[in-house]
């Protein structure tokens, strides 16, 4: 868990990092200096396990919001507190943390998961209760279909699938494309079936189509199989963790660097370079925001998250916990701060809202139209390989 190392106004953090190892809970927010109740918000990520990064990012990012907005006099007079419940990145403690925010907490809404498998068990809990909620960065359509409670910020997999097709297609000039998935997580599977979709119908050829459980170490048969079905590119839509080791694999087994990685946003994380090393050197994946984009935005956000927590550089689920606690904020504002039917129709109506992610319209299935990037995994010039924008991609292209 990360330390907070510059305080801001407005937001108690109760035990930080030892609160969440002895109970798996954390609360943000204050009275500011006044008796006015707060509106409770809950998020429930994974603060712990092997994804940690995801739910520590968006955790920051919300908490950041959620303190802006009460060093601004909160929302009608009434500052936000932010209850924070650990998943530990498994779908039971999801339905669960959900289960006791609704219950006992008496949250007005919710926002998470980043995982789809997780937001779907967290989804169904939300819309059995009628507490409006918004996942910042699950990109697979299950999680609001047939759930008119249930909202996202981010794209979607067909999107996503699309973007990276037409990147490898028309800007790598690759289209003999391997696939390595994760079988066991909702988000690969879907990614995995919508980027053959699209590469298929640009005229493209998919060489392999390979299958791994999340958490496996040993992928040398997967990758013997790609190596020797002439692939140019391998996309590989898993998580950052088994990313790593795969890219690692893939140049121990002789698969160069001429055949580029492809992958999704669930490559982003810190942690994905000091897994891989220069393995993952010139590889590519999709996101939501890149921290280096050339926008008056994304640079002041940067500075207030650096500032905010030790001088780290925000990655993309910290910016997509941000918009989606502005986005619920704003939300809460139009709707008096009631729960309900009525912050599920503010939701709804949500149209044309400036996020650091982007321009951010919530659509008739309660998805975010928006626009994607393209970044690749390149040597800094402090010496780190960090990932660098390439492309922007609109969802009218």
């Not at 995982?115 to 507490?131: D, H, N």
């Not at 692939?231 to 963790?241: D, K, S």
Request: glycine share 12%; proline share 3%; hydrophobic share 40%.
């Amino acid at each position: 868990m990360n330390r907070r190392r510059t305080a801001l106004k407005g937001v108690v953090l109760m035990g930080a990092a030892g609160l969440l190892a002895l109970s798996g809970v954390s609360m943000a927010g204050s009275q500011a200096g006044t008796a006015a109740e707060p509106v409770l918000i809950g998020h429930y990520g994974s603060m712990t396990g092997k994804e940690a990064t995801f739910g520590q990012s968006t955790d920051n990012g919300i908490r950041l919001a959620v303190e802006e907005i009460n060093a601004a006099g909160g929302l009608n007079g009434r500052p936000l507190q932010v209850i924070t419940y650990d998943t530990k990145g498994e779908s039971g403690e999801a339905g669960k943390a959900v289960t006791r925010l609704i219950t006992s907490d008496k949250v007005t809404a919710v926002l998470g998961e980043v995982a789809s498998t997780l937001s779907l068990a967290g989804g169904a809990v939300c819309q059995e209760r009628k507490v409006p909620m918004i996942s910042p960065s699950s990109t697979n359509p299950a999680v609001t279909r047939g759930r008119d409670y249930v909202f996202r910020v981010c794209f979607i997999d067909p999107f996503q699938g699309m973007v990276v097709a037409k990147f490898a297609h028309e800007n790598l000039k690759k289209d003999k494309v391997a696939v390595l998935y994760d079988q066991s997580a909702a988000y690969s599977k879907g990614l995995r079936d919508e980027f053959k979709k699209a590469l298929k119908k640009m005229g493209g050829t998919i060489v392999a189509d390979e299958a791994y459980s999340g958490g496996d170490q040993d992928f040398s048969a997967q990758l013997t199989t790609i190596k020797a079905s002439g692939a140019q590119a391998i996309f590989v839509p898993g998580y950052y963790t088994d990313v790593g080791n795969i890219a690692l694999q893939a140049r121990k087994l002789g698969i160069g660097k001429e055949v580029p990685l492809l992958g999704g946003d669930g490559w982003d994380s810190e942690q994905l370079a000091k897994i891989a090393g220069e393995a993952i050197e010139g590889s590519y994946y999709s996101n939501h925001y890149a921290p280096d984009q050339a926008t008056d935005d994304v640079k002041v956000f940067v500075e207030k998250y650096k500032a905010a927590y030790g001088g780290q550089t925000p990655d993309g689920l910290a910016a997509l916990g941000y918009d989606a606690a502005l986005i619920l904020a704003d939300a809460l504002k139009r709707s008096n701060c009631e729960g309900g039917k009525a912050l599920r129709d503010a939701i709804a109506s949500t149209k044309g809202f400036k996020g650091v992610t982007g321009m951010i319209t919530i659509d008739k299935n309660r998805d975010a139209t928006k626009s994607a990037v393209m970044v690749e995994m390149k040597m800094a010039d402090d010496g780190n390989l960090k990932p660098a924008w390439v492309a922007t991609v609109d969802a009218a292209e």
